[in-house]
Every structure is written in C-alpha cells, then in structure tokens.
C-alpha cells in the first residue's frame, strides 16, 4: 500500500527529504519505521519516538490503511 | 486562542486581546531563549514545527486548559524559525476572575505545550556541531525513569523485569476520590506505563480531607483532569489519561478491554457490580475496595480463582443496594479511606507482577478496621452453585436468574421474633459502650473466626450478623455464604447508637 512519510528535526536530515511517498507492506507506523531505519539511516531509536496518522497522535501498533499519512515524532522540545 | 508565528511575539497587543471586564486577575508566562544550556553557551536556536499538526494540538489543549478552568481566557502563541537569546519563543496569557486559576491555568498550558506540541529545536554551539534537543537516546528521560525507581527495582520480587512489566502495564482507575486518588499516586509511583483515570465528577470543598491530589484551588474543577496534571508532576515517566465521564454500560466494556488490571475506587453499587461483570467476562483482574466511615472491605476478582461478588452472596436487586451501598455523602475517616486506597494500589502492582496464589487477596477478603486497628482476611471461595460463575465467560453472564439467592440485608424490623435463629453481634468491648444490642444479639469479638465458625456451623438455624455500621457484619455474612452456609444475613444498617446520655447498666456513670 502507498504511505506518505512526513519527516521532521533530525529524522529530516538524516532523510534528507522532508517528505516521501513509499509502497511498503509495514502494517503499523512502528513497523514501517523500523524499515526506514535501514533503507534511510534514521539514527532516533524507535522506544523514545511517538507517532502520528493522519496528523492526529496514535499508539505505535496502530493498523496502516493505504493512503495514510505517517509522521514519527522525536520527544518534542516547544517551550 | 492558539498561533504558531514566525514573527516576533507581540507582547503588549495579545495582552490588550485578553483584556475584559470580568476578569480580575491576569498571569503571564514568557518563555525566552537562554544563552546557556547543560554548561555549553547557545548562540541560537532552530525552532521546527510539525505546522498542521501543531497547530491543532495547540488549538486542543488551549481548549483542554479552558475548559478545565471554567471562566478562564488563554492565549498561546509559539514562535517558529530562527532566534536569538533574549527573544520570546513562547508567550502565554491567562485571565480569570481570581488570580489562582490564572496561575494555574496558565501553569498547566505551559506543561501541556511542553508535553505534546510537536515542536523541535535545534540548539547552535560556538565551535561546534548544533544539537537536536532530545532527538538522541541520551535524554536524560531513561537515565531519570532509573534513578526514579531505584529504590522499587532493588526489591527481589520487582528486580528489572518487574520494573519493565509495571513500564507495559494500563491500568485503569474507576473513580478519582478518596481510593482513587492514594491509589493512582502510588502506581504512578510505581511507574505503570500507562494510567487511565475515569471520574465524572467535580472537586468539592468536603473531598480535601482525603483526596490528597487535590487543592483549595481545584473546588468545581472537573476531578479525572486535575488529578493527571497533579499525577504527571510526580512522575513524568508515565503516562496519564484522564477521561472527565461517569462509567456507563456503554463505555465500560471498551474502558476494561486491554488492561492489566482495573482498580474500582467509585463510590456506589451499580457501578461497582457493572465494573465486576464486565471485568470479569473480558478476563481482566479487579481491584475492588468501599469504605463505610472506619471500616472497608478489599476484594481482588480474578476469572477462575476464588469467589466472585455473586459467590458471596450480592444481591442484584437495585432497590435494596441504593438503601445500604452507596456511601457518597456519608461521614468517613480520611485515613480508612486513604488505607485502602493503598491497599488497593498494593495489590494492583502484583497483579500486574504476577504474584498468584494467596499473595493476592484473590481468594480472600481483607477487611480493614482502622477504629480498632485490624486488619482481618476471610476466604472467599467460589460457591459451587454460583449462577454467575456457572456463566463465567459469557457475555451478560450476569443477567441469569438470581431469584433463588435470598436478600443478604434484613431489617431490624424484620428480625424473626426469638426463636430458631441465631443473632450475633460482631463488636470489640469499645464498641459495646455505645451501641443497643437489639433482644437476642451475643457479642462476639470481630476477629474471634473461630468462634464465628463454631456458630456458623450448624447450618439448619438462620444466623442474623450485625455490627455498629453494617459493613463488617455484611462482609462477613457474604464470606459465610461463599462458604456455604446459606441463612446467614447482615443487620441493614447496622445496630443502633446509645443515646447521648444514657446511663450504662448499673448506672455507673450518673451525669447528675
């Protein structure tokens, strides 16, 4: 199924994109991040990372359905 | 109102928005880029926002903040892009009528902006590589979680792998008062990974005395909220939901799916028994305790081991349980309830370590008494007859015929005049002195069991149970049951107090 990745702060650069359309069998965002940890050389590790569909935030098993729109989120910094 | 913005922060023209007649009291928080951070000077700072989602989660946590502090206004604005030391990055406003919701308010959105708003900064070092803050594994979060529960871990029977176990562990708390509130303090303690507080309630003036996560400046503010902000404080390694809801037939099933273990902390008894059968029929250990001014009961439930509430006698006729069960508004002793509260959270934590057997009042009601300090454990096992149990693991299970089971509670009224049956008063010599032992009633001691047993035995003649409020005797009479004696019931609300001013016999004490 088609997932669009968003990156951000670091996993931005290390990606070297800001955002990326991939066909990827991972059912949930922690499984499809574990897979861009390879074929992108994200360095965040998966335990300090939450995650967010459709730009709402989701537990890391959340089920991915085509078309959803992934965003892994480092601890946040605001303030 | 929330904006995230790549322009300076306009101070004097969001203060000049806030301003309204009604308000009397305005708090500001500006958050300013520092020079230095962990001992290293900062020439700059990056600020990345994840815009679309940052600006919804922005819009509901002002609202959250709002709505938690009825009357108050907020305003928080972020600043985005590059910036130097000395420059706002974040400017927040709260106005209320009196000044400690606008500290508070404006407290609590500064936290939550902190905790959830996806926003990311890149700190810049002379002569250096910049830095994103918190994007590596060196936190400090998991070294802190360490040091935080050292002393929990160096426990044999926690040791790493119980830490990690508590980490994986929901856990839902039904109730935010005074069970709920010792109880979820302390697992939060104890660092359960993820904690769910259900209360529909609001804080009132007369809950202070025993519900320790609340202050004078949360009266009228909805409980479950306060109660997490109270809660994250102590311990930021966990995780804490709070739901601002009355636990319905529509909601429990999907509030008890999941957990490791349900704590019943609320205050009334079609509650108590809609928490029993769901946990029950979904597999999930309950965590039950009730408090009746110096007394209480604890129960832990658990599929297959022991008696369930219908073992011991509980009767499901809603009339009868609104005359004695229901203990919201009635005197309590604080440090009863805060007791059990523990004891509560106490036996939560091994569930969830998976301590068995008679570790766990699986099998056993403890009864607690903090007027005579005793603590009293009656088995309570499964009664081969149960309707309920005969049923276990099916949904609606409980909706079998209950009619056989004969009412556990009589009226004084309705004691059978003196004959065949048996009355016994369960007190201590204390207690003696200021209740009427009703015609008939012997005093026994509440811990003399084998007595209790001797009376109980034989089965043929009905035994009437009382006590000064009513708690323990029904306590007890439901264990009987459990065990099999069939006539036992419990005096309703307890034996009557000694009139002020009564002589005891033999008028020893003539106030004349």
Redesign the interface.
Known sequence: MKITV?F??????QAGCRELTLDTTAATPVALYAELMQTCGL???S??LTF?VN???VPAATPLAAGDRV?F??????? | MFALTEQPIDAAALRASLQRPEAGAFVVFEGWVRNHHRGRPVTRLDYEAFAEMAQSEGEALVAEVEHGFPGVKIICVHRCGDLAPGDVAVWIGATSAHRDDAFRAARLAIEEVKRRLPVWKKEYHPGAEPVWVNCTEDTGVARNAAAYNARQTALPEVGEDGQKRLARASVLVAGVGGLGCPAALYLAGAGIGRLTLVDGGKVELSNLHRQGLFEMGDVGAPKAPRAAMALRARNPHVVVEALSSDITAVNARALVTGRTVVLDCTDNFATRLLLHDVCLESGVSLVQAAVHRWEGVLNVFTRGEGGCIYCTGMPRRPAELDTVGNCSGAPVFGPAVGMLGLLQAAEAIKVVLGRSGDDVATRHTLLVDALSAGITRIERPARAGCPYCNRAGERGGAAAAFADVAPLWIDADDLPRPGPQRRVALVTAEELAGVELPSGFLALHPADTEGLGQLAAPADRPLVLACPYGVRSAAVARALRAGGVAQVFALAGGLPRRAVGTTRPHGTENAS
Do not use: C
């Open positions: 968003k951000f702060a670091l996993l931005r650069e360095s965040v590790p335990g300090i967010a730009e709402r935030y965003v989120i480092p601890p946040v910094a605001g303030g």
